[in-house]
């Protein structure tokens, strides 16, 4: 099976995925960070944009916006819900943009899909020589040393006369730079269920071993991962959002 299967050949479900997603509140959490921390431009490019919710946010925030996706099929729906931004298949772990950038983003966790340390790294490098003096990088992450691997988040929601079961989860083994998101989808439509698993491998890394890949390019900044609060992470919560400034 595909590491990208899931979001292949089920990309139509994706939005019912991510259905329990507060977008706009993540939108305009780092929208206001952006206020703070950087140039006052907006440029701006969402990585792993999916199909483009938090663009089409951006999009109403007054920016010039624009997405890079590995997966045609969620691309194809990011330009239908956001027909003014433009859109980029390609790996974020080494892309180029045209025009210097305000902002770039990385929205659920999606930094982690670098896969390796030397891939992130990648990923970090492209994203400097893509900002602007003063631009900003900001994404959220997860501790590798603080992940409860018996934890995982389940919703359920409904499309036309099916009923979708959603389940994801992270895993780690304890050691390494590895870890694991594992999702599963269950669709039952008429007492038939059919369903799909899958496991994700992502890069896994602590915020002291990320923030010291960050700070050669970067002054570095953590908060607590909350969109609706600017609070300074407390050292000790598994979650967080790295605000990243280009000098």
């Given amino acids: ?21 507060n977008y706009h509140a993540q939108s305009h959490g780092i929208y206001r960070l952006h206020q703070l ?15 483009g919710p938090h663009i089409r946010h951006f999009l109403n925030f007054g920016y010039q916006s624009s997405g890079l996706d590995i997966n045609q099929p969620m691309l194809d729906q990011a330009k239908s819900r956001c027909p003014e931004a433009q859109f980029s298949l390609g790996d974020m772990c080494n892309f180029e943009v045209d025009e210097p950038l305000d902002l770039i983003t990385c929205f659920l966790y999606s930094i982690h899909y670098s896969d390796g340390i030397e891939k992130l790294k990648q990923c ?12 900003v990088l900001c994404f959220n992450s997860v501790d590798k040393n603080k ?11 409904r499309q036309e006369n099916s009923l979708f079961t959603f389940s994801s989860a992270w895993h780690y083994c304890g050691e390494g730079e590895q870890q694991s998101l594992k999702l599963s ?5 008429e007492d038939v269920t059919q369903s799909w698993d899958d496991e994700h491998p992502m890069v896994a890394l602590s915020f002291e071993e990320l923030t010291k890949i960050l700070q050669p390019y970067f ?3 953590i908060l607590e991962h909350d969109y609706e609060k600017i609070i300074p992470w407390d050292k000790a919560s598994g979650n967080a959002i790295f605000v990243c400034v280009k000098a």
Wanted: charged content about 20%.
């Fill in 219 to 221: 002054d570095v900044h």
């Fill in 185 to 189: 989808i269950t669709k039952t439509t």
């Fill in 37 to 51: 921390f950087g140039n006052e431009g907006k440029s701006h490019l969402d990585l792993a944009c999916g199909t």
């Fill in 124 to 135: 970090i490098a492209s994203a400097h020589r893509a900002l602007k003096s003063g631009g």
């Fill in 147 to 157: 992940i409860d691997n018996n934890l995982f988040e389940r919703h359920t929601a």
């Fill in 1 to 21: 099976m595909s590491s990208n299967y899931l979001y292949t050949d089920l990309s139509g479900y994706y939005d019912l995925m991510c259905a329990d997603i």
